[in-house]
Structure formats: structure tokens, C-alpha cells
């Protein structure tokens, strides 16, 4: 079961909160007036001998409780005179309940603790407060400018909401962020998002908080991003001998986290297409390269390197290629620096699709200069524009079964479009088909967000690495399950270099012959590698994290350089002919921990492919 943030001071305010802003119109009204037939139909039955008039006199008086109302033996007239009472009663409770409970919640938020604030209005944001509350969480969201209807919406589900600034001290001080078990900065602006970080510290100060809080920082930029995680690696090594800070900073990027997924989920799926086309290599042709298309293109080229093809190789069409492809080889000058250990394989060429149309003339460019793609990502940065060139991609790869890819557009949000016609590959028949990915409803989630389940199999990695377990047998479940333990501690260096091992973990199975077992299929939950395949994938284990390290702005040694992990030099950047044999049994480690981590996260098991 999983874990529920909250105590019961904040859950009996979120309780309130729901209560209060319930939509019970028709239940109130249903029972005013059923009191309300009660007391004048019982009493103008009672009084029916009286004359109309009179009858109604007598059964408005019921409310004084005078003469046979006051002392009354009769069944009926008993009834009537509470009914009588009942109705201003519960009138008045009825219009006031909301008002009540709305007080009672501020009022028990003030003991809230191990709670979630998350500072923001974005869809994003909105979707993270939901998908908490569905885990019972206290869920305390600091907006701005959200709309009342949509405010309201959040207070039914029991979602406290505070207008304010969530750069402001007192605003958090509010929220009780210094007391939460998870700040979520989910601004659109970076800039403000390490602002809501930097006022929690500030809030916090020199409390000791055991587990620490822990901070989640949105952040769009790809460079911020890498910085701010190098930023915590630094106070980890500092917090070394000391005692441990009270504030645990987490960046994230849901353009990394949708890539990881889409990764993760159809390595394999791309990997078969390929040996089915006889491709030598795994080819993903982008169309649009924004922050979300070179997310995706960073993960294939740190994780799909695959035993039995050549290093993937990218291809990106876009207006203005030049600039793009400028952009991406600054963000990332080691991977084209040293062409004698490996360097990207990527090309930049034009495609303007607002004054162009997809057609043959245009595969045929693509194919001559760069082949077959074995897959398609369209990610022009605007959901319209994905959708409209994902559906004439389509229709011109299938026409002639010219390029039987699936192609994968990026969406920010779930559309009628992608629910209705891009549920992935439907058919028997090769063809190309379309698959969604990267919405806020899938990416903006509390499993990824606050538990980080894609790291799952990278805590598994490091463990394997860090302990040497490729040497003994595989781990036992509740082995792998522990092994989140120590994540947190663990430098952002490693931590990158663990993510990737983890994506590429269904590729390690592919290569070994597996592949997730289907619904209703018995599977293996141990999957192995034949020791005749070892060598092999560890050698092309050697190659990708090779190229994980230089994409991730790591560089050789070279005159004599010693490996400086400060300045991101590492002596172990060498061909696989130059490592000694500790060296290659690491990627040997690397291999047996990747069948683990597709055990993770595949707990049904796997068949034989």
C-alpha cells in the first residue's frame, strides 16, 4: 500500500475542505422540503375537520408549540411539531455548513504536517494536486491567478488552496511548507521555481528534519537542469561528515521524464523493427527538435545501444536546422569532441512544415542521405502542429508501406486526437501506426514526481555497481526493493550515469533473447543472460557508457591527465581493448544489474522472445 503523506490534522482539514464545497444542493433541498411536507401535511391532515383556513393557522402555529402542540399525545401531531422544528433548524445548518466548514479547515491546517504543498497553477501542477489526492494525500496548493471554478474543483476533492505568491515566506509559512514532506515548485518560470526553493530553505533555516524536506524544482531548461543537480551533488559531498541538511533538493523536468518513459516502454518495440527492416543500426528521424524532441533524442543516444546493431544514429528536420543543430552540439560539445572514442551521430537537415507538405520527394531526401528510419518523433513544440504532422506523416509513410515506423508525437496535454487515434500499434500487419507521449496527465504524476519510480531501476544499478553484485547470483526481490534506500545519498553524477543504465535496461533484455510477457502468459521472473552472450554486451555496454559520459559533459583524460571528478575527466573514456580486466567485469556488473532492472519493472516476467 502506498505511503500517504499527511497527518491527521491536515487529513481531517482536507476532509472539511471536500465537505464544505460538496455540490449537495439537491440532497439540502431534497430534505427541506420533505420536512417542510411533513409538517404542513401532516398538519393540514390533522386539522382537516377546521376548515381550510383555520387548518392552516393551526399547523403554521406548530412552531409555537402552544395548546395541543404543547403537551400533544397524538402520533400525528407529535410529528408534525417536530417536523415544525426541524425545518428553520436545519435551514439554518444548511446555509451556514459551508461557511463552517471552510473555518474548521483553516483552523485544523494549522497543525498540518507531512503534507504536500505544491506551489503553481499549471495544468501540470493541477494534475499532480489530483493524482495525490487520489492517494489520500493533504494536498495544499499556492496559486495566484486560478480561475473559481477551477479553484472549486480542487476544494471538492478535499485540495486546500491559498491565494498568494509562493516566493513569499509568509505565503509557504501558511501552507506549512516548513513542515510538509514534499514542496513541489511548479511555476512555468525557472527562475521562479529556484526562488520558491530558496524562500523554503530560508524558512526552514537550522531546523533538523529527519527524513528532510524534500523540494522538487520544475525546471524546463535542459542547462539549468544539469546544473541544479550538480548543485546538489555538492552539498551531498559537503553533508558527508555533517548532519544532514533539512532541505533535500530534487530538480526535475517533465520533457525528461516523458522521454524516459517513451524509452523505457518502447525500446524493445523499436529494437524488433529494426531487425525485422534488416536495419545494421537503430535510425529516429525528429520532426521539430524543441526541449521535449531533445530529451528524447539524449536518452536514445545515452541508452538504446543494442549487441546486435551500431550505434543509433539521429536524424532532425526543422526550419531552421543551422541554429538547431548549433544549440545542440553547444549543449553537448563532448559528444562530437572526440571522434576517435565515438561521436554522435546526428544530422540537422531543413523541413519547414508551415510553408512545406510531407511527400515522397521529401522521404526520399531523408533516405538517401540518412536511410530508413526505424522510428519517428514529431515534436515541433505547439500540440496542433504534432497532431497535423503526425496524421500526414502517417498517411505518406503508409502510402506503399514506404516507412513502416511508429511515429511518437509529443503532446503537452491529452487531446480527443491522441485518445482516439494514437493508441499505438493496433494492427497485425507492418505499417506505420501513431502513440502519444509526454502529456501532463502520464508525466505529471505523484509515482514520478514524489516517488521518482523511473529511478527505481537506477537505485538498482548503483547498487549493483557499488557492491560488486555481478559477481554473485541475482537478486531477490525484496533486495531490489530495498535498494531505493540509499538513492538519496548518492551523487548526481552517478545518479546520471544509473538513469541511463536503467533505460537501457529493456534493450540488455532484448539483446539476452526476453521480452515482458504478454497478459495471461507465465513468465520468468529470473530472466538470465546466455554466458556466451556476456562479452559481447558488455563490450557495447563499454560503448553506450562511453557516450552517456561525454553527452553528459564528462571528457577523456589526455598528457597525462589523472581522472578529476570536479572537472568531469575520467581516465576509463577508452576503447574496450584498453581496459584491464576490473574494468570489463564493471560492464559485466552493468550487464547483470540491467536484467534486474527489467525485473523491476516488470514484475510479471518475461518469455523468450
Given at each position: 500500500?502506498?505511503?500517504?503523506?499527511?497527518?491527521?490534522?491536515?487529513?481531517?482539514?482536507?476532509?472539511?475542505?471536500?465537505?464544505?464545497?460538496?455540490?449537495?444542493?439537491?440532497?439540502?433541498?431534497?430534505?427541506?422540503?420533505?420536512?417542510?411536507?411533513?409538517?404542513?401535511?401532516?398538519?393540514?391532515?390533522?386539522?382537516?375537520?377546521?376548515?381550510?383556513?383555520?387548518?392552516?393557522?393551526?399547523?403554521?402555529?406548530?412552531?409555537?408549540?402552544?395548546?395541543?402542540?404543547?403537551?400533544?399525545?397524538?402520533?400525528?401531531?407529535?410529528?408534525?411539531?417536530?417536523?415544525?422544528?426541524?425545518?428553520?433548524?436545519?435551514?439554518?445548518?444548511?446555509?451556514?455548513?459551508?461557511?463552517?466548514?471552510?473555518?474548521?479547515?483553516?483552523?485544523?491546517?494549522?497543525?498540518?504536517?507531512?503534507?504536500?504543498?505544491?506551489?503553481?497553477?499549471?495544468?501540470?501542477?493541477?494534475?499532480?494536486?489530483?493524482?495525490?489526492?487520489?492517494?489520500?494525500?493533504?494536498?495544499?496548493?499556492?496559486?495566484?491567478?486560478?480561475?473559481?471554478?477551477?479553484?472549486?474543483?480542487?476544494?471538492?476533492?478535499?485540495?486546500?488552496?491559498?491565494?498568494?505568491?509562493?516566493?513569499?515566506?509568509?505565503?509557504?509559512?501558511?501552507?506549512?511548507?516548513?513542515h510538509a514532506a514534499h514542496v513541489i515548485a511548479f511555476e512555468p518560470d525557472d527562475t521562479a521555481n529556484l526562488q520558491i526553493e530558496a524562500c523554503v530553505r530560508r524558512l526552514v533555516g537550522d531546523q533538523r528534519r529527519k527524513p528532510p524536506i524534500g523540494v522538487h524544482v520544475a525546471t524546463r531548461s535542459p542547462m539549468l537542469l544539469k546544473e541544479a543537480r550538480e548543485m546538489r551533488s555538492a552539498q551531498t559531498r559537503k553533508a558527508k561528515n555533517a548532519v544532514a541538511p533539512p532541505v533535500d533538493p530534487k530538480p526535475f523536468s517533465l520533457e525528461e521524464i516523458g522521454a524516459r518513459a517513451l524509452v523505457q516502454a518502447q525500446s524493445q518495440t523499436i529494437l524488433s523493427l529494426a531487425k525485422q527492416l534488416n536495419q545494421d543500426r537503430v535510425h529516429?528521424?525528429?520532426?521539430?527538435?524543441?526541449?521535449?524532441?531533445?530529451?528524447?533524442?539524449?536518452?536514445?543516444?545515452?541508452?538504446?545501444?543494442?549487441?546486435?546493431?551500431?550505434?543509433?544514429?539521429?536524424?532532425?528536420?526543422?526550419?531552421?536546422?543551422?541554429?538547431?543543430?548549433?544549440?545542440?552540439?553547444?549543449?553537448?560539445?563532448?559528444?562530437?569532441?572526440?571522434?576517435?572514442?565515438?561521436?554522435?551521430?546526428?544530422?540537422?537537415?531543413?523541413?519547414?512544415?508551415?510553408?512545406?507538405?510531407?511527400?515522397?520527394?521529401?522521404?526520399?531526401?531523408?533516405?538517401?542521405?540518412?536511410?530508413?528510419?526505424?522510428?519517428?518523433?514529431?515534436?515541433?513544440?505547439?500540440?496542433?502542429?504534432?497532431?497535423?504532422?503526425?496524421?500526414?506523416?502517417?498517411?505518406?509513410?503508409?502510402?506503399?508501406?514506404?516507412?513502416?515506423?511508429?511515429?511518437?508525437?509529443?503532446?503537452?496535454?491529452?487531446?480527443?486526437?491522441?485518445?482516439?487515434?494514437?493508441?499505438?500499434?493496433?494492427?497485425?500487419?507492418?505499417?506505420?501506426?501513431?502513440?502519444?507521449?509526454?502529456?501532463?496527465?502520464?508525466?505529471?504524476?505523484?509515482?514520478?514526481?514524489?516517488?521518482?519510480?523511473?529511478?527505481?531501476?537506477?537505485?538498482?544499478?548503483?547498487?549493483?555497481?557499488?557492491?560488486?553484485?555481478?559477481?554473485?547470483?541475482?537478486?531477490?526481490?525484496?533486495?531490489?526493493?530495498?535498494?531505493?534506500?540509499?538513492?538519496?545519498?548518492?551523487?548526481?553524477?552517478?545518479?546520471?550515469?544509473?538513469?541511463?543504465?536503467?533505460?537501457?535496461?529493456?534493450?540488455?533484455?532484448?539483446?539476452?533473447?526476453?521480452?515482458?510477457?504478454?497478459?495471461?502468459?507465465?513468465?520468468?521472473?529470473?530472466?538470465?543472460?546466455?554466458?556466451?552472450?556476456?562479452?559481447?554486451?558488455?563490450?557495447?555496454?563499454?560503448?553506450?557508457?562511453?557516450?552517456?559520459?561525454?553527452?553528459?559533459?564528462?571528457?577523456?583524460?589526455?598528457?597525462?591527465?589523472?581522472?578529476?571528478?570536479?572537472?568531469?575527466?575520467?581516465?576509463?573514456?577508452?576503447?574496450?581493448?584498453?581496459?584491464?580486466?576490473?574494468?570489463?567485469?564493471?560492464?559485466?556488473?552493468?550487464?547483470?544489474?540491467?536484467?534486474?532492472?527489467?525485473?523491476?519493472?516488470?514484475?510479471?516476467?518475461?518469455?523468450?522472445?
Amino acid at each position: 500500500m502506498a505511503h500517504r503523506y499527511a497527518n491527521m490534522w491536515s487529513r481531517v482539514a482536507s476532509r472539511l475542505t471536500a465537505i464544505a464545497h460538496t455540490r449537495a444542493g439537491a440532497f439540502r433541498w431534497g430534505v427541506f422540503v420533505v420536512l417542510s411536507l411533513i409538517w404542513i401535511g401532516g398538519g393540514l391532515y390533522y386539522w382537516r375537520d377546521q376548515g381550510v383556513l383555520e387548518a392552516l393557522y393551526l399547523t403554521v402555529s406548530a412552531v409555537g408549540m402552544w395548546d395541543q402542540y404543547f403537551g400533544a399525545r397524538d402520533v400525528t401531531l407529535q410529528v408534525v411539531r417536530y417536523a415544525a422544528l426541524a425545518v428553520p433548524v436545519v435551514g439554518l445548518l444548511f446555509a451556514f455548513s459551508g461557511q463552517l466548514g471552510r473555518s474548521l479547515a483553516r483552523l485544523f491546517n494549522l497543525g498540518a504536517a507531512h503534507h504536500i504543498v505544491i506551489a503553481g497553477d499549471s495544468p501540470a501542477a493541477l494534475s499532480l494536486a489530483n493524482d495525490c489526492r487520489r492517494y489520500k494525500d493533504s494536498v495544499i496548493i499556492v496559486a495566484e491567478d486560478l480561475p473559481s471554478e477551477t479553484a472549486l474543483a480542487l476544494r471538492r476533492k478535499g485540495v486546500t488552496v491559498l491565494e498568494g505568491d509562493a516566493r513569499q515566506i509568509e505565503t509557504l509559512r501558511s501552507a506549512r511548507a516548513h513542515h510538509a514532506a514534499h514542496v513541489i515548485a511548479f511555476e512555468p518560470d525557472d527562475t521562479a521555481n529556484l526562488q520558491i526553493e530558496a524562500c523554503v530553505r530560508r524558512l526552514v533555516g537550522d531546523q533538523r528534519r529527519k527524513p528532510p524536506i524534500g523540494v522538487h524544482v520544475a525546471t524546463r531548461s535542459p542547462m539549468l537542469l544539469k546544473e541544479a543537480r550538480e548543485m546538489r551533488s555538492a552539498q551531498t559531498r559537503k553533508a558527508k561528515n555533517a548532519v544532514a541538511p533539512p532541505v533535500d533538493p530534487k530538480p526535475f523536468s517533465l520533457e525528461e521524464i516523458g522521454a524516459r518513459a517513451l524509452v523505457q516502454a518502447q525500446s524493445q518495440t523499436i529494437l524488433s523493427l529494426a531487425k525485422q527492416l534488416n536495419q545494421d543500426r537503430v535510425h529516429i528521424v525528429f520532426f521539430g527538435f524543441d526541449q521535449g524532441g531533445e530529451a528524447v533524442a539524449e536518452r536514445i543516444l545515452v541508452s538504446l545501444w543494442s549487441a546486435h546493431f551500431e550505434a543509433p544514429r539521429i536524424t532532425v528536420l526543422a526550419p531552421n536546422p543551422e541554429a538547431v543543430g548549433a544549440g545542440f552540439r553547444a549543449r553537448h560539445r563532448e559528444a562530437f569532441a572526440h571522434p576517435d572514442v565515438w561521436a554522435a551521430d546526428v544530422a540537422f537537415m531543413p523541413f519547414d512544415w508551415d510553408a512545406a507538405s510531407i511527400g515522397a520527394e521529401l522521404l526520399d531526401q531523408v533516405e538517401s542521405q540518412r536511410g530508413k528510419p526505424t522510428a519517428i518523433v514529431v515534436s515541433t513544440g505547439a500540440d496542433p502542429g504534432n497532431i497535423h504532422l503526425a496524421l500526414a506523416l502517417k498517411r505518406a509513410c503508409n502510402r506503399g508501406l514506404r516507412w513502416p515506423a511508429p511515429i511518437f508525437m509529443h503532446e503537452s496535454s491529452q487531446s480527443e486526437f491522441s485518445q482516439q487515434y494514437a493508441k499505438g500499434d493496433e494492427t497485425e500487419e507492418l505499417d506505420a501506426y501513431l502513440q502519444a507521449f509526454g502529456a501532463h496527465q502520464t508525466t505529471a504524476t505523484r509515482a514520478r514526481i514524489i516517488e521518482g519510480n523511473l529511478d527505481r531501476g537506477a537505485a538498482v544499478a548503483h547498487e549493483h555497481y557499488n557492491k560488486g553484485l555481478g559477481k554473485r547470483d541475482a537478486m531477490s526481490m525484496k533486495e531490489l526493493q530495498s535498494a531505493m534506500r540509499d538513492w538519496s545519498d548518492v551523487l548526481e553524477t552517478y545518479r546520471a550515469a544509473n538513469r541511463a543504465v536503467a533505460d537501457a535496461a529493456m534493450t540488455k533484455a532484448w539483446d539476452a533473447g526476453w521480452r515482458p510477457v504478454k497478459k495471461g502468459e507465465k513468465g520468468d521472473t529470473q530472466p538470465a543472460v546466455a554466458p556466451e552472450l556476456i562479452d559481447r554486451m558488455a563490450r557495447r555496454e563499454h560503448d553506450r557508457w562511453m557516450a552517456e559520459r561525454l553527452v553528459s559533459g564528462w571528457r577523456p583524460t589526455a598528457n597525462g591527465e589523472a581522472r578529476d571528478n570536479e572537472l568531469m575527466i575520467h581516465n576509463k573514456i577508452v576503447p574496450w581493448e584498453a581496459l584491464n580486466e576490473d574494468d570489463k567485469n564493471n560492464d559485466v556488473v552493468q550487464v547483470r544489474a540491467a536484467m534486474d532492472v527489467a525485473r523491476i519493472m516488470h514484475k510479471d516476467g518475461f518469455a523468450r522472445r
